[in-house]
C-alpha cells in the first residue's frame, strides 16, 4: 500500500483494466506513480506492447507518469533479436514502494506472469536500498528513456535527440 510513491520497472507491462484502475486510485491519493517499461522499438516481444499500448492513454490521464527505454539508451548492451539486427531492452523487474520497500523478481507485470508463469522475487525492507534503486532509475530516466504524455488526446514522447529536447508525434525509432 505505497502512501506516496510507487516506481514499477517492467520490461512486459501490460496493467489490464484492474491495473490501471488501482494505479488511478493510488494516483488520486496522491501516491507519485512512475512506469518504466521498454518502447516499441526497444521490446523483444512487440505483442506484449501492443497490449500494453492500448492501456497508456488511460494510464496517463489517471496521473500516472509513464517512461519507455530508448532502444539505443547509452550504458546498455544491445541484444540479438530473431531478425538478428542488435537493439537495447530493458529486462529488469522492480518495484520500489515509498522509497522503503523493493521487490526484486523474475515477475513482469502483465496477466501471463501473474497467472501462467512460475516467478520468485524478494521483498526487501531497507530504506537504504529502495532509496539506491529510485535514485538510480531516475538519474538514467532523461538520458535513456522517453518520457509519454498526452497532448489533448494525442500520445507524445519527449526526450533528448542530438543533445536537444524533441517532442515526437509517433513512436520513437520504430
Do not use: C
Request: hydrophobic share 40%; no cysteine; charged share 25%.
Amino acid at each position: 500500500s505505497p502512501r506516496s510513491e510507487l516506481l514499477i520497472v517492467s520490461p512486459y507491462f501490460v496493467p489490464g483494466e484492474g491495473g490501471v484502475e488501482q494505479l488511478r486510485t493510488l494516483a488520486a491519493r496522491g501516491v507519485r506513480v512512475t512506469v518504466v517499461t521498454n518502447s516499441l522499438a526497444a521490446t523483444d516481444v512487440p505483442a506484449v506492447h501492443a497490449g500494453y499500448a492500448r492501456y497508456r492513454a488511460a494510464l496517463l490521464r489517471a496521473g500516472v507518469e509513464i517512461f519507455e527505454v530508448r532502444a539505443d539508451a547509452v550504458g546498455r548492451r544491445p541484444t540479438r533479436t530473431r531478425a538478428g539486427s542488435s537493439r537495447v531492452s530493458l529486462h529488469a523487474k522492480l518495484m520500489v514502494v515509498d522509497r522503503s520497500r523493493t521487490f526484486v523478481g523474475s515477475m513482469n507485470i502483465d496477466p501471463r506472469s501473474l497467472r501462467l508463469n512460475t516467478e520468485n522475487g524478494v521483498v526487501v525492507d531497507s530504506a537504504e536500498l529502495a532509496e539506491e534503486f529510485v535514485q538510480g532509475v531516475r538519474r538514467d530516466l532523461p538520458r535513456d528513456a522517453w518520457r509519454v504524455h498526452l497532448d489533448g488526446s494525442a500520445l507524445r514522447w519527449t526526450g533528448l535527440q542530438d543533445g536537444a529536447e524533441v517532442a515526437l508525434a509517433s513512436e520513437p525509432q520504430a
